[in-house]
Structure formats: structure tokens, C-alpha cells
């Protein structure tokens, strides 16, 4: 079945430094990745959506400068939290699709501002 | 907004009992509504999912149907078993997004 690599699985950093997560499709050309956050005991709230070759299409209430999302390959996109603080400590999930097939997701990254 | 209602939030059943979750959504064009489970701390996995062109699928004992009139979907678990304690999204492709739109959850716990 189609693999969604993230990596890292988690992440302790410093606050006012920054922090790349990356999302890979391992077997499958992904068009395109999204990538969403998850706060303790609620929902998957999507942040971006970003398609090979393109910008990334942001939320509703998500920085784009501060959230940095670059979809160079249709097997890469990574995202880059800037300037972390203690309110991004949080589930980053990305998810994939390649075509018309369903969302894959990567196993998540959890992010720790200290 | 465009959105996805869940309910309940929280439902305890007997083991070897039914489970049914129900989600609404508001965009009548949505076409796809994928379900997930997801166990603590680790990512939703796909368990179901419907397209809009049927009413009902079925997968062992896994049931969603959908009501596009209503413009609801609901999860069916039967013979509920321990290992099915989890918590459980609906989603939806709602107007304007590419990405999936996730009701807020619902904790199922089957009680022994």
C-alpha cells in the first residue's frame, strides 16, 4: 500500500529557533501534501495545502511566513515552523495524494517548544 | 463556514455491542467522506470510505452509509471488540478546500 514517510517522529527545540519537518511519499508520486496540526484531545485542523512546482495555499488564520512549506518534488514537501514558540508545540501531520487515490498520512511529528 | 458536525464526542459501548457515529456537513457538492481511527499518538489510519454515487458500503464489520438529502454520513461497527477503542473522525472535501475538512472526534470506548 502507498507509504507517507515523516520525519522527524518528534522534536524538542528552543524557543525562537526553527524546525524542518519533512514529508515523503515512498512509493507514489504525490501531486499534493497537506499538512495539519493537531492540539491534544481534538481534531486534525488543516494548515496548508501545497502542490509540486507551486506556492502553498494557506488557512484561514496560518502565517505563511511563519509556517514554511516548500513542495520541490512530487515525493517532498517539507515544512519549516520558524521562530518556534511554546504555543506551536503540537502534532504536525502531513498527508498525501497522488491522483484521484485516498489521503495517506505520514506518522506525525511531535513538536516540543521549550 | 463550511464545516463537519460529529456526534457524539465521546460513546461507551458493551463489547459485542453496535457503534454508530454520525457526521453532518454542509457543502452539498462534497463527493468524498473518508472515516479514521486513530490511537493515541499515532496517526489517523483510513478505515472506511464512501463516495457519493452509493448509499452504503460495507467492509466485515464496518458499515457507512450516506444520506446525501440529509447530507449525512454515519459509522457502523458491529460486534464491537476492545481492540476498537480508539478515536474516530469523519471528514469531508467541503467547497474551496483541496484538503479534508475532520469533524472534531468521537472517543469510543468499548467497555469490557
Known amino acids: 500500500g502507498a507509504v507517507v514517510s515523516q520525519h522527524p517522529s518528534w522534536v524538542i527545540c528552543k524557543s525562537g529557533t526553527s524546525v524542518k519537518i519533512e514529508c515523503r511519499s515512498l512509493d507514489f508520486q504525490a501531486t499534493t501534501m497537506f499538512w495539519y496540526r493537531q492540539f491534544p484531545k481534538q481534531s486534525l485542523m488543516l494548515m496548508a495545502t501545497?502542490?509540486?512546482?507551486?506556492?502553498?495555499?494557506?488557512e484561514q488564520g496560518v502565517e505563511k511566513d511563519k509556517f514554511l512549506i516548500n513542495h520541490a518534488s512530487l515525493t517532498l514537501s517539507t515544512l519549516t515552523v520558524t521562530s518556534a514558540h511554546p504555543e506551536d508545540s503540537s502534532f504536525y501531520i502531513c498527508?498525501?495524494?497522488?491522483?484521484?487515490?485516498?489521503?495517506?498520512f505520514g506518522n506525525g511529528t511531535r513538536l516540543t517548544v521549550t | 463556514g463550511e464545516n463537519v458536525e460529529q456526534h457524539p464526542s465521546t460513546l461507551s459501548v458493551q463489547e459485542g455491542d453496535s457503534a454508530v457515529i454520525k457526521c453532518t456537513y454542509s457543502d452539498s457538492a462534497s463527493n468524498y467522506f473518508p472515516w479514521y481511527k486513530q490511537e493515541l499518538g499515532k496517526r489517523p489510519q483510513l478505515i472506511i470510505d464512501i463516495r457519493s454515487n452509493v448509499g452504503e458500503k460495507k467492509d466485515q464489520r464496518i458499515a457507512v452509509t450516506l444520506n446525501k438529502t440529509a447530507k449525512h454520513f454515519s459509522l457502523h461497527i458491529t460486534e464491537t471488540q476492545p481492540e476498537d477503542s480508539a478515536v474516530y473522525f469523519c471528514?469531508?472535501?467541503?467547497?474551496?478546500?483541496?484538503?479534508?475538512?475532520f469533524g472534531k472526534g468521537t472517543h469510543l470506548i468499548i467497555q469490557p
Open positions: 498527508s498525501a495524494r497522488g491522483g484521484s487515490s485516498p489521503l495517506h
Open positions: 501545497s502542490n509540486e512546482g507551486s506556492k502553498a495555499t494557506y
Open positions: 471528514a469531508a472535501i467541503l467547497r474551496g478546500a483541496d484538503g479534508l475538512t
